[in-house]
């Protein structure tokens, strides 16, 4: 990895909300939100930036399932109690090919173990580099389902549920 990678503090949420590029070149998230700060920190059990060059260039946020649990996350087949939800990761598109994201990523899959929990998430069918990322973890896709949210034209996204590997087989 080309960069730094630390817990997220109060002072890097200004950096974070200027990342609207990721939205541009990505359309993550699909609705740019009026407010982006809620969206950007969910209540969470852990939260990452990555740094490049010195400035935030991503981040990823570990947070428990909300009750009662949305369908795609009932589509994992486990309870609550046993899962953490990976989420809010992105890296902005001039910091990309560094190692970023598989890093920020396996600090919030490496916090959901250190706690006892699968960790289990969902992505947009479209973000291919995110699909390529989580399967190249080992991670398993357990359904494809409706997102819970409407894109920009009305329509409802596709989204993929993956599932962390079992512990026994990292």
Do not use: C, I, K
Not at 11 to 24: G, Y
Not at 33 to 62: C, H, K, M, R, Y
């Amino acid at each position: 990895m080309s960069g730094v990678l630390r817990p997220r503090q109060d002072s890097d949420l200004p950096a974070l909300v200027a990342l609207r590029e990721v939205h541009a070149a990505d359309a993550y998230p699909s609705a740019w939100p009026d407010d982006p700060l809620p969206f950007l920190t969910p209540p969470d059990v852990g939260a990452w930036v990555a740094l490049s060059g010195g400035e935030v260039a991503g981040q990823v946020v570990l947070r428990r399932p909300a009750e009662p649990l949305p369908e795609w996350l009932r589509t994992v087949g486990r309870p609550a109690a046993e899962l953490a939800v990976v989420s809010r990761l992105f890296v902005r598109p001039a910091a990309r090919g560094r190692g970023l994201a598989e890093a920020l990523f396996q600090a919030a899959w490496s916090a959901a173990r250190a706690q006892g929990w699968r960790a289990v998430l969902d992505v947009h069918q479209r973000n291919l580099a995110a699909v390529r990322l989580y399967e190249r973890q080992g991670w398993q896709r357990v359904a494809t389902v409706d997102g819970d949210w409407l894109e920009p034209d009305g329509t409802t996204p596709q989204v993929h549920v993956y599932l962390s590997p079992e512990e026994a087989q990292l």
